[in-house]
Structures are given as structure tokens and as C-alpha cells.
């Protein structure tokens, strides 16, 4: 018979008796018995034919009058050896079969094959006779299921597992096994004798055992199916299977915590329920159980890595945090709080567990410039929306670091806040490979008290930001040391960044209880912090914020509230200057950034005096040290006289916005001035009567205040500030054996001319009796370096004589033509070389030496333009660069790949060019 018609008959079957009953026992038996010969080997079974069995034959059980049913059940019919090879075939196909649709029809089926208690009396007497002795088959194969890897459909574990729980529900339930016996109602018997109970309890525990796991499985149909399983289980088998209660117990526990929340609310449901419906002995043996389980856990924590640790320490997390939850319903009985040896093995386990490795997650970006501060009020341009994460050895799955700080969350909020916190101080100070994990856990604890009642909590936060405080991070002033090796500083985590996530956590949860402490924790996350390191400038970043919404404000408002404090703080580490603070240089900006325009810096700039003139005296680190904080204090002056022009022209351009009609009333203002005009020219017109001639000799004097000079103007603040440091860095420009030292004290020499060239009276074409002695202090050291081999101390250099150019062009114009451009053309030419060589292109000194080829270059001519230069002093700046560099230069600049070293700015330099290119022979 051709399969195709086969399947068409079975599923016309299907379709027929789903609209109407089934009265006929005869065909029901008929056709499960055409059906299994059509099953029966050695003929190939199709997928199709397979679920066509499988839903006729649960259609038709399914529209089964109980008469047929009961006919099908009964002992004289011999169904049994039928329903069992039916049975077979299900199990089979549901371990065997790798298609799911098959295995979910087969379990289908045979969950329809379970007759509930209350369909009919009779019926279910009858089935439950029959399939008693198939239950320890039924439920191994069924338990299998769940537990084979091969299997990836979570569909069909969850059916398998809804399906033991049928069978076992049903078959061992406290109705068909009584307590006691009940000699005049010979109906109410036990199936089974007590040996065989015995034995299938024993079994079911073990089956329980097995699927406990899934009670962490991270399929939600999966858990779903169990918790309904044991919901089950505890209705209608509660004393048939007694020795599993403390198993089941353990599954609804690990259920309440589930992340999905209607299972995690149905669990704690039925848990509730459970205890209100015990008995004081149950209660009090539950309680004993959970809290000599939960110092097993806690114990056996650690021994769950190694192999397959993902899945135990799923498994054993989510036991403890179930626990942890659950324990304090048993009220005075609950005494694993209580205990100091539960309480630090269950911390000395989790620090174990919760090792950080040493690579850190990858934050985004890495072309960010945190130096101006900018990313502390505008974090949407500079940081990630997030706060950083860690990255751990053994918690590799979101869900197990999730269960770890829900663990420590409850132990904060818990009764034992005190002790807890006590035991991760002890680990800080004792645990030396473990100190970041001791302090990630203390912070994680401390976010658990925030809604905590308890006296004790705010005196043991005080005692964590003491702790933090004083914490010594070896690691963080490693990466600030200066030695002759280049410096890397990585986005790793270390205990001083934890620290400082945790002081902005203890200080918001404070909020005003320490408002006199608020300055030092700010002195001590900006002092500690480098912003060099993305990771330091992101958790800076959050830290402050927490720290600002504890106390109710933003975090510029927070840091100018307190910048009076950080300015004496900062007078004081510069002044003692013992050990260098690997945060000190973002401390000075935050100082100079912060602070009100007006706010006098007196104090600070004498700080900075007493600074320079330790140059002279400290040693080689210290010397660098001192001309890095040097710089970082001029260019952060520079920003903040930046920002004050920026404001005043703001103010002006509002101002002229606002007046109304300016344009007319300067109009009347105009006619006003000529009518005068007019009526004055009117009146000298006319000749006096005495005439303007007299006798009398001229006696009107010249005005004495045009023979005085003017009188020198006072220098501001700022102009002795940069006259000072001027003077005291330039003598570091020409150290030709410490190149760090020469472009340190480069910048700060470049930024403070240009600063002081806009000052008053130190602007082009005025007095500049200020700026032009320390240009001409300066031009000695400087014009030295334009013959130095390094090529980054050529290029600052020449940033340097370009300011000088553009503030006192007149004054170096015949030095600059002299003293810069002959060995500036020959830098060029050896750059050219080094471009040149393709063996080397590239190399780091390639790439490096093109970049600035490519700005000295199109410089050159901008420095022609800047000076001035009349033709014949440019002409034989132009020959030199025709001799040195030829015709055929061309280097790719850094944005494009246009030619941009024979490109003159000026007319004249274009002309001149033009002539010697195109006329050789007569140049």
C-alpha cells in the first residue's frame, strides 16, 4: 500500500474524530493494531507516518467515550501488550529520533495515554492497574530525555519533564497509596505493597535529584514545566513521597529567584503556602535542613570550578541566593545571619569565586582626550552610556555575576551587615591576591543597605570610606613612574578603582550625614585618579556622579562648591612635594577649570614660584615631574583665560542683541552731531568785531605731559606668572642629553608667549616691553634645536617659533632668515630621506617622519607669509629649499594626498617659485 494513501486515511481518521466522539471500542482497537503493524520493524518508518500515528492515536484517546476507555483498560480485552508496545515506541522515538516534531508528538501522546483521577472513577481505577507496573520504565526513559545533551529543543525537555510529572502525580499519589489501611472499604487499597513503594520512592528521589538542575536552566518553558511539576507533586503526592519533600523544597527555592517573574512570583506562592500549611515540626526540621544546606553551599562554592563550573556554579548560586531569600521567613529559627563561622566561610567562598582577571572589558573609543575635563559635563560625547564592567576568571556568564551581587545585596540589606563588612575589611587588609575581589564585594554589599534601617549602617559605611581612603594602591603609582622605558598604561582594573567606585557608592547612600567629609573624598578621587587611563577617567566620572546625586546636585555645582578647599590642598601637595600624586596634574586642572573667574590665584601661582626654584636642585624623575606639572598648570590657565574671553564676547554680542532700535538711534545721534557741526563752522565763520589779529605776543605754552613719557603700566598677575615660568623653563630648552625635559618645557615656553602676547600692551605694534626681552631670552636654546637629530623636538620647535612669529614678527625677522631656515631646509632634507626609503616605509620612524614633513612643509610657507618677508630675503629661502629638496618633493599629508610642500601662501613666494622652476638655466 502506497504510504502517501496510508497517511491520507490516518489523518482522515484524525480529522473525523476531532469533531466527534469515539463510541466503538472495536475500531479503536482495530486501528491501534493496523497502526502498530505499520510500526513493526524491519520496514523504514517516514517522520510523516510517525506523526500521523501519533496524533490519530491521541485524537481518537482524547474523543474516547469512558465506556471505550473502559474496555480498552480491562484485563479481559489483552490491551495491555498493545498499550505497551505503544508506550515503547513513544520513548523510544522521543530518545532516539532526531527530528523534534517527532519527539514532542510522541511525549504528546503519551501524556494522553495518563488518565487523570478525575476523568472517571472506573476508568482511572482500571489504568492505573495497568500502568503501575510501567512506571519505573516510563519515568527512566522520560528522565533521560531530559537530561541528553544531543537534545537543543527546549520544547521537548519541558515536555518530557510536564510528562513525568503526569505519570508520577498520578500513579504514586496519596489516593492510590493510603497511610493507613482501611479494612472495611476494600476499594481503598494500595496499588502496591509497601517493598514496592519503597523502592519506587527511592527511584522518584533520584529522578527528583537529577531534575533539580533544571531548576537553573536557562530556558524558561523548561522551569516553567518543573515548578508546575512540583506544584503537582506537592498537592496530590505530599506523603507518598515524603523523602523527596526537602528536594522539592530545594527546586521551589531556586525557582522563587528566577529572573523571569511570573515563575519566580508562582514559587514563592507555593512556598508561602507551604509553610502556612506545616506543621510546627515540619517547620522547624525545614529550617534546620535549610541552614545546615546553606553552610554546605557555602562551603562547597569553591569546589564547584573546574570542569563544567558554568553549570554548578549556576546551580549552586542560585540554591544559595534561593536560601539567603527564603531563610528569613523562619524567623528566630533563621541563625545562619547569626553565626560568625557561616557567615565568613559563605565570604571566604564568594572571594574566591569572584577572582577578576587581569583583561578588562573593552570600552569603545580610545581617541578621546579627557585632559580639558570636558567629558565630567558633557559624558555624552566622551563615554560609554554604561558604567565599565569587569571581567572575571570564573563568573564568564552575565547570570552568574548577576547572582553574586544579588547575594551580596541581600547580605546588605540583611541583619548581618555588620559582620559582613567587618570579614571583606579583614580580607582588604590580609588577602594581598584577593584584595580587588574583597573590595568588589564590599562595594556590592553596600548597595544592599541602602534601604537598610539598621543603627549600625551608617557607622560601618564611615568605617568602609575610612578604609578607602587610606587605601594604598601600589599599582596605580606604578603607572606614574617615569623611567627611561616607555610608560603603558592598559584599562585593567585595579584595587584603587574599585576603591573609588565604592567610595561614590558609600557617599551616596550617606548623602548629607557626611557633608563634612564630602571635600576629602573629592580631594582623594582626583588626586588618586589618572585620566591618562580611559577606565580611571570613566569610573572618575561615575564616582563623582554618585557622590553629586547623594547629595542632591550635579557635579559641576558639587566640585565648585568645594573648589576653595581643593585649591589649599593643592597649594599644600605642591609646596611639600614628597611623594607625587599620579592624579596631582588632574587635580590642577579641575582647579583652574572650576574655579569662579574672578577667584584670585595668587596663592596658587606663589605655590608654583616656590615650585621653579626647585628645578635647579631635584634630581633627574623629580625635574620631569616638576615640568609636567608646570605645563599642565599653564595650559589649564590658558583654558580658563580662554573661556573668559569667550564669555566676554558672549556678553557683548547679547548685549548689542538686546537693545532695541540701536540702529535708529544712532541715526539721530548722527543728525544730532551735524546740526552742531554745522551751526559751530556758522559761527567761526563769522568775524569777531576786535578782529582775530592782536599785538600780544603767543603765550600758549606746549602741555608739559607731552614732553613726560608714559609711564609703564603695571604688570598683571598673569603677566608675571608667565614672565616667571618664561624664565625658569627656558634654561631647560637646550638640554640636548634629556629630550623629555626640552619638549616639556617646549610646550609650556610656547603656550606662555602666546598667552602673554594677549595681554595688554604685548600686542603687535605696542609696547611688548614684556614679551620681546623673553623672546630674545628665549631664541638662544630655541634656534639650537632646529640641528637636533630628534625629530619630534624639530617640530616643536618650530610650533614654538611660529608663536614667536605671530607675537613679535619684526623682532626675530633678520634671525629667523639667518639662525632657522639653512638647518631647517637640512632637517627637510633628512626627513625626505628617511620618507624616501621604501625598505623602511613602514616603520614607526616612516610614519612619524612623514607627519611632520607634511606640516613643516606647508609651515615653511606660512612662516613666509607670517614674517613677511620682502622678495630678496625670500628668494634665497626658496633656493635653498629647490637645492636641498628638489622639484619632486611631494609628501602625503595627513588628510589627503595632495602635494602640499611647493604650494607658497603669498603671490610673491608663488611668482618666485614659478621662475625658478620653470627658468633654471637663467636662475
Known sequence: MPENYTLAVIDFISYFFKKCQLQSFFFLKDVLNSCLALMSPPKKISEDLQLSFCSCLEVLLNSSQPSVLTELLSEENNMKLPLSHTIFLCLTWAEE????????????????????????????????????????????????????????????????????????????????????????????????????????????????????????????????????????????????????????????????????????????????????????????????????????????????????????????????????????????????????????????????????????????????????????????????????????????????????????????????FYIVVQFLLEGIEELD????????????????????????????????????????????????????????????????????????????????????????????????????????????????????????????QLLADNVDHLSRDLNLMLRKWEHSSPGLPTLIRVVLKVSAKDQDQ????????????????????????????????????????????????????????????????????????????????????????????????????????????VAKPPLTAEQKFLQLVISHCRHFISLSGQPSWQLSSLSTVSCCLDLLGSTPYQAPGQAQETILPLVHQTWHPLRLLFKSHNIFIVDKAFECLMVIARHARDFVHKRTVSDVFPPLLKFFQTLQLMVADRDKHNTLAAVQSRRILARLSAGVWDLLQLLDLQPLETDPIIQLLLEHLGDKLGVEGEDSCSHSSLEPKRNVDANILWLKLNHKSSC
Open 433 to 556: 591576591h584577593l584584595k580587588m575581589e574583597s573590595v568588589w564585594l564590599l562595594n556590592k554589599v553596600m548597595e544592599g543597605s541602602r534601604n537598610s534601617s539598621l543603627e549600625t549602617v551608617t557607622e560601618s559605611l564611615k568605617n568602609v570610606m575610612q578604609k578607602y581612603l587610606t587605601l594604598n594602591d601600589t599599582t596605580g603609582n606604578a603607572l606614574c613612574k617615569v623611567s627611561t622605558n616607555p610608560i603603558v598604561i592598559s584599562d585593567d582594573w585595579t584595587v584603587g578603582l574599585l576603591a573609588a567606585e565604592g567610595l561614590g557608592t558609600a557617599c551616596n547612600i550617606l548623602g548629607d550625614k557626611i557633608e563634612s567629609d564630602i571635600p576629602i573624598v573629592i580631594l582623594h578621587l582626583l588626586s588618586t585618579t589618572n585620566i591618562g587611563n580611559r577606565l580611571a577617567a570613566h569610573v572618575l566620572y561615575f564616582a563623582l556622579g554618585d557622590l553629586a546625586a547623594g547629595t542632591g546636585k550635579q557635579i559641576y
Open 602 to 709: 595668587c596663592d596658587l601661582q606663589d605655590t608654583m614660584e616656590s615650585l621653579l626654584n626647585h628645578l635647579a636642585v631635584s634630581n633627574e624623575l623629580r625635574t620631569l615631574e616638576i615640568l609636567d606639572v608646570v605645563k599642565v598648570f599653564v595650559f589649564g590657565v590658558k583654558e580658563k583665560m580662554e573661556s573668559n574671553e569667550d564669555l566676554k564676547t558672549d556678553i557683548a554680542k547679547q548685549s548689542n542683541l538686546n537693545v532695541e532700535g540701536s540702529i535708529a538711534a544712532m541715526i539721530l545721534n548722527m543728525e544730532k552731531e551735524r546740526i552742531a557741526d554745522e551751526q559751530l563752522d556758522i559761527k567761526l565763520s563769522d568775524c569777531p568785531s576786535e578782529g582775530f589779529h592782536t599785538d600780544k605776543p603767543d603765550i600758549e605754552e606746549e602741555n608739559p605731559e607731552d614732553d613726560e613719557e
Open 97 to 416: 529520533q532526531p527530528a523534534a516534531s517527532v519527539k514532542c508528538s510522541a511525549l504528546s501522546l503519551l501524556k494522553a495515554l495518563c488518565v487523570s483521577p478525575g476523568d472517571h472513577s472506573q476508568v482511572f481505577k482500571l489504568w492505573a492497574a495497568m500502568f503501575v507496573n510501567l512506571l519505573p520504565g516510563i519515568t527512566s526513559k522520560l528522565v533521560k530525555v531530559t537530561q541528553d545533551p544531543k537534545i537543543t529543543h527546549a520544547r521537548v525537555k519541558a515536555l518530557a519533564v510536564d510528562t513525568w510529572g503526569h505519570y508520577v502525580c498520578t500513579i504514586l499519589s496519596d489516593g492510590n497509596f493510603p497511610p493507613t489501611l482501611d479494612l472495611e472499604n476494600i476499594d481503598n487499597q494500595p496499588l502496591k505493597d509497601a517493598a514496592w513503594l519503597k523502592n519506587a520512592q527511592t527511584q522518584i528521589g533520584q529522578q527528583v535529584t537529577i531534575l533539580e538542575p533544571l531548576a537553573s536552566h536557562s530556558d524558561a518553558k523548561i522551569r516553567q514545566s518543573l515548578l508546575t511539576c512540583v506544584n503537582k507533586m506537592l498537592k496530590t503526592s505530599r506523603v507518598t513521597l515524603e523523602p523527596c519533600f526537602k528536594d522539592m523544597v530545594d527546586i521551589l527555592i531556586t525557582l522563587s529567584v528566577d529572573d523571569h517573574e511570573d515563575i519566580s512570583l508562582a514559587a514563592a506562592s507555593s512556598l508561602t503556602k507551604l509553610l502556612e500549611s506545616a506543621d510546627d515540626e515540619t517547620v522547624l526540621g525545614l529550617a534546620t535542613s535549610i541552614n545546615k544546606n546553606l553552610y554546605d553551599i557555602s562551603k562547597g562554592l569553591a569546589r564547584s570550578l573546574g570542569l563544567y563550573e558554568n553549570e554548578k556554579l549556576e546551580r549552586s548560586l542560585s540554591l544559595l541566593k534561593g536560601y539567603l531569600t527564603f531563610v528569613p521567613n523562619f524567623g528566630s529559627e533563621a541563625t545562619f545571619f547569626l553565626s560568625s563561622i557561616h557567615l565568613r566561610t559563605l565570604i571566604q567562598s564568594l572571594i574566591k569565586v569572584s577572582e577578576i582577571g587581569e583583561t578588562s572589558s573593552i570600552l569603545m573609543g580610545g581617541a578621546e582626550d579627557f585632559s580639558n575635563f570636558e567629558f565630567l559635563f558633557k559624558p555624552e560625547y566622551y563615554l560609554t552610556s554604561s558604567r565599565p564592567q569587569k571581567t572575571f576568571i570564573h563568573l564568564k556568564k552575565p547570570r552568574l555575576v548577576q547572582l553574586v551581587e544579588d547575594i551580596c545585596y541581600i547580605l546588605g540589606s540583611s541583619e548581618a
